[in-house]
């Protein structure tokens, strides 16, 4: 049940899967595979919620998508995502609760997959919360998986398995000539090795960061070089126009003068500097 995206996209996005499976059987995908797209309707929630008593009611969303269950008689349920299907307030505990148990009762015994996006502060994190609103959406589900993508590398990592072990992760790849997603081999790491993993994954996110910072820094120093190149700046008039982080600003300056990327010349005879004081000037060494 896709709530998110217009129907060309999902066909896409099949596409793309079975380029990428073509060993599949094209008739037997069609018969034991159905979308429902919602993405525009007038109802795109399946349960909703009384804002003043909290009681909740079946849409009418719902009650089709159940009698299309019962007819079809699915194992899988997907439904994609929470955010638009769910009709109440995603911190209100006893809301989730009602909402899962609803989406269960679609078709028992179907298992139910229900999409959810994460927080942000999740986001390119493994160690994030990776849900967004009340810790009910963790508590609620049976199992729970999450799909980080840190710096290139995207990973699918079960977070939580009551029926089983959790801490399985495998890496997501995308293939440029299918146009879809690889899943690869999945492993499962020690407690020592998950520890490491999240220290090293800290480090390169850190060290991404502040590679980031260091190539902005770079660009406004150079920048305010290039925007005074015709009144011959000083390094203290070009880092003072930046008006901000002046000692940060002059340490890259000196940088970037010791890589060459900048070169500090005389003034031209008869030209007038800034100051009396002022002997030099800087260029881009381009």
Known sequence: VSGEDEPVVNMTRLKGILRLHPQLDHDLIADNFKFMNVAGCRTTTLVDFDLRTGKH??????????????????????????????????????????????????????????????????????????????????????????????????????????????GWRGMVHYDEDSRAHRMGEFSRLTREEESTLRVERKEQIKLAAQTERDLEDRLAVMGAIYNMRDRYPSAYGALQSLKVRYEAYKKVLTKLIDEGEVLETALPPGVKGESNRQKTYLLLRD
């Open 57 to 166: 009611s079946y849409t009418s969303l719902y009650e089709h998508l159940k009698e299309c269950c019962a007819e079809f008689k699915p194992d899988l349920i997907i439904t994609d995502n929470n955010s638009i299907l769910f009709g109440g307030n995603e911190i209100d505990r006893n809301q989730i609760q009602t909402y899962i148990h609803c989406v269960q009762n679609i078709n028992p015994p179907a298992a139910v997959v229900a999409l959810h996006h994460v927080d942000k502060a999740s986001v390119g994190r493994e160690d994030g919360d990776g849900w967004s609103g009340s810790t009910q959406w963790h508590n609620a589900a049976r199992a729970r998986w999450t799909l980080s993508l840190i710096g290139e590398e995207m990973t699918l990592y079960l977070r939580k398995s009551n029926y089983g072990r959790d």
